[in-house]
């Protein structure tokens, strides 16, 4: 079936450089794309998101980046810190999914002071 | 923000109980809410989609008689996990939306441990 995947399970950074997670995706109809934050024993955050008419969006030293062509999420950290230290989950909802967030593997992300 | 809120945050139960776990939205109208599962170093995977008044959805390969899903109100949905066993065990989280194109929030989770 259609499925939401990650390329690296652990990504260790030192503090105050900057971060990019990657996701692949599968499903060609997605059109809403959602990062998640989530910390131990939490449910997940949401950080930002970006719909599939746009390739970029911004927010508070959160990039999202979205390459339809190649079926690719980003997310960039910048300037990271250890409160980042959490698993972050890519995410996909499409309208035949009746709208339900389908979730990826996760990246564990560690920081190091 | 939008909040919603999952009790118990963490729940220990003997074998071949039943047990339940509330998810209220508390701040919004949640016409959908989900149910997630989530074991240990993985990922969330949806177990079913609930519409206020309306029977859930179950995904593929979740066992409907097992867990049984109420969501009588805007505000509430409970998943019950009936006669659990030490596979059960797992965090279990919901979240709501209040409507179709809106986002999805999330609780906190529970976490069950059967023993």
Same mark, same amino acid.
């Given at each position: 079936?259609?499925?939401?995947?990650?390329?690296?399970?652990?990504?260790?950074?030192?503090?105050?450089?900057?971060?990019?997670?990657?996701?692949?995706?599968?499903?060609?109809?997605?059109?809403?794309?959602?990062?998640?934050?989530?910390?131990?024993?939490?449910?997940?955050?949401?950080?930002?998101?970006?719909?599939?008419?746009?390739?970029?969006?911004?927010?508070?030293?959160?990039?999202?980046?979205?390459?339809?062509?190649?079926?690719?999420?980003?997310?960039?950290?910048?300037?990271?810190?250890?409160?980042?230290?959490?698993?972050?989950?890519?995410?996909?909802?499409?309208?035949?999914?009746?709208?339900?967030?389908?979730?990826?593997?996760?990246?564990?992300?560690?920081?190091?002071? | 923000?939008?909040?919603?809120?999952?009790?118990?945050?963490?729940?220990?139960?003997?074998?071949?109980?039943?047990?339940?776990?509330?998810?209220?939205?508390?701040?919004?109208?949640?016409?959908?809410?989900?149910?997630?599962?989530?074991?240990?170093?993985?990922?969330?995977?949806?177990?079913?989609?609930?519409?206020?008044?309306?029977?859930?959805?179950?995904?593929?390969?979740?066992?409907?008689?097992? @867990?049984?899903?109420?969501?009588?109100?805007?505000?509430?949905?409970?998943?019950?996990?009936?006669?659990?066993?030490?596979?059960?065990?797992? @965090?279990?989280?919901?979240?709501?939306?209040?409507?179709?194109?809106?986002?999805?929030?999330?609780?906190?989770?529970?976490?069950?441990?059967?023993?």
């Amino acid at each position: 079936g259609e499925s939401v995947g990650l390329h690296l399970p652990t990504l260790s950074v030192q503090e105050g450089d900057n971060s990019i997670i990657n996701c692949a995706y599968s499903n060609s109809a997605s059109d809403y794309f959602i990062w998640y934050k989530q910390e131990s024993g939490k449910g997940p955050q949401f950080i930002i998101d970006i719909r599939s008419n746009m390739d970029k969006r911004q927010g508070q030293r959160v990039t999202v980046l979205l390459n339809k062509t190649v079926k690719h999420l980003s997310l960039q950290i910048a300037a990271t810190q250890p409160g980042d230290s959490a698993v972050y989950f890519c995410a996909e909802r499409w309208e035949g999914g009746y709208q339900k967030v389908t979730f990826g593997t996760g990246t564990k992300l560690q920081v190091i002071p | 923000g939008a909040v919603v809120s999952q009790h118990p945050s963490w729940v220990i139960c003997k074998s071949g109980t039943s047990v339940k776990i509330e998810c209220r939205s508390l701040d919004f109208q949640a016409t959908t809410m989900f149910w997630y599962r989530q074991f240990p170093k993985q990922s969330l995977m949806l177990m079913a989609t609930s519409n206020e008044g309306s029977k859930a959805t179950y995904e593929q390969g979740v066992e409907k008689d097992k @867990f049984l899903i109420n969501h009588a109100s805007l505000t509430l949905s409970t998943l019950t996990v009936t006669s659990a066993h030490p596979e059960d065990s797992s @965090f279990y989280i919901c979240s709501a939306r209040e409507g179709q194109s809106q986002p999805q929030h999330f609780g906190d989770g529970t976490r069950l441990s059967i023993l």
